[in-house]
């Protein structure tokens, strides 16, 4: 969004709202307004002036402009034709596999946490060269996996 942008949202606001505000809450609009979609943000301070009745907090304005990002977000067969996202990766990292196998399948199961859970220092937790040994077996296994790495996820 443009500076020019931004004021235009914010004298939106200031005449829906009665003019009530300080020069820092304007000056820090202006600059927030700046890295946000002017069209959402437009959408933003068209529907909260409905509601307000004096110049709104950053968190109120904000609040409804995450409501009205989610509601510009395609749907039904527009987000099919959307390439997929891929937030958290193609698949899960080795060491679930391992995990997954030594908690659940293997004989005896290990219950104790893996090094790369990186839990607090006073949980125990498996060395390097342990984590390396349950790795061995567990390609000496075949490195079965599970449909799902993680129990009980569905």
């Known amino acids: ?9 914010v004298t939106l606001i200031r005449a829906a709202t009665g003019g009530r505000h300080d020069q820092q809450t304007i000056d820090y609009f202006l600059a927030a307004l700046l890295p ?24 109120e304005f904000r609040e409804i402009y995450k ?3 989610r509601l510009a977000e395609p749907i039904g067969e527009q987000r099919a034709a959307l390439p997929p996202r891929e937030k958290y990766g193609t698949s899960a990292p ?9 908690r659940s399948y293997r004989s005896p199961r290990n219950l104790i946490a893996f090094p790369q859970q990186n839990l607090p220092d006073t949980e125990t937790s498996l060395s390097i060269e342990e984590y390396e040994e349950l790795r061995e ?11 799902n790495p993680i129990p009980l996820a569905r």
């Open 67 to 69: 409501t009205q990002e």
């Open 94 to 102: 080795e060491w679930v596999w391992v995990w997954s196998w030594a």
């Open 1 to 9: 969004m443009t500076n020019e942008q931004a004021l235009e949202v």
């Open 137 to 147: 077996e567990w390609v000496a296994a075949g490195s079965p996996k599970a449909k």
């Open 36 to 59: 946000l979609n002017f069209r959402i943000a437009l959408s933003t301070a068209t529907t909260g002036v409905v509601v307000w009745r004096y110049f709104p907090s950053w968190a």
